[in-house]
């Protein structure tokens, strides 16, 4: 009983290597969200190579291993500063995520664009 009480009232351990962070709606997740948006459209760019980039789903691939990249190093980073396991330190799982629906989300947007233009074309014709 005495331990059980104990490891609740514990704090974090200073070596967990993800961001406690919850925040859904907070800013810095609008940010990662359009950090995606950007990096999709980085994507599609001719510094790329052709066969990189000629489908949604490798762009949003792309995406997806340039953010786990970069959280990894948040993480690197809050560890040697001793901040890891305190909200907005860390690898961000929520970060990540956000960061991959804002690329899925312009891969949509680009699609149905698209399909809206066909459609208009061909009704003209």
Not at 35 to 49: E, I, K, N
Not at 59 to 77: G, K, N
Request: hydrophobic share 50%; aromatic share 8%.
């Amino acid at each position: 009983m005495v331990v059980l009480a104990l490891s609740v009232a514990g704090a974090r351990a200073p070596a967990q290597w993800l961001d406690p962070d919850a925040c859904v709606t907070c800013p810095d997740k609008r940010i990662h969200f359009a950090a995606g948006v950007g990096l999709d459209l980085l994507a599609r760019g001719p510094w790329v190579a052709k066969p990189f980039h000629d489908h949604a789903w490798k762009r949003v691939l792309m995406t997806a291993t340039v953010a786990a990249s970069w959280e990894m190093l948040d993480a690197l980073q809050a560890r040697r500063e001793g901040k890891a396991g305190r909200p907005g330190y860390g690898f961000g799982p929520l970060d990540f995520a956000a960061t991959v629906a804002g690329a899925a989300t312009a891969e949509a947007l680009q699609a149905l664009g698209r399909k809206i233009v066909r459609r208009r074309s061909a009704a003209s014709r």
